[in-house]
């Protein structure tokens, strides 16, 4: 069936784009509500840095989690971030995160654990008005999650 397809269709192209460091503040949960326990994570900041832009995650983003009764999670994140250059960027992205009943239990008691025991990825996109980083408003991207004691840290890689 792939046999036929163009080279160009046969996987998918990245490159680095950046690698996000989240500072995260303790959940405010919701509780369980009829379909699933929501919880909220407020980011007071973090950084970023890549080959083409680096600054800081300013404050004010958060995340609105779904706990889903599968277990997995899924989240809705807003985020602004400042270039070194000034310039204003905002992320939006969703994901999800999953993995076995006890891996997830640690995440969430704050525990470090090896990012290979667990799935975290993300949809980014990006919104500017900077004409130095007009170009992020027409990629895709994808990001690798990683939560740690001190908060989160995400892998982005641009598709090409």
Do not use: C
């Not at 599968?70 to 992205?93: E, F, H, P, Q, S």
Request: no cysteine.
């Amino acid at each position: 069936m792939f046999t036929d397809l163009p080279q160009s269709l046969q996987a998918v192209n990245t490159r680095s784009l950046l690698v996000m460091r989240l500072d995260v503040k303790p959940y405010q949960v919701l509780g369980a509500g009829p379909a699933a326990t929501r919880r909220i994570g407020v980011v007071p900041g973090g950084s970023f840095e890549g080959d083409r832009l680096s600054g800081i995650v300013l404050e004010g983003g958060n995340d609105w989690q779904t706990i889903r009764r599968d277990g997995a999670t899924t989240l809705d994140v807003r985020l602004v971030l400042k270039t070194a250059d000034n310039a204003l960027i905002g992320m939006t992205y969703h994901g999800i995160r999953h993995g076995p009943m006890d891996i997830i239990a640690r995440l969430d008691k704050g525990e470090t654990v090896d990012p290979a025991q667990y799935y975290f990825r993300t949809s980014p996109t990006f919104e500017t008005a900077s004409e130095k980083y007009d170009w992020m408003n027409r990629i895709t991207a994808v990001g690798l999650g990683y939560r740690t004691t001190a908060g989160v840290i995400y892998s982005i890689f641009e598709v090409l």
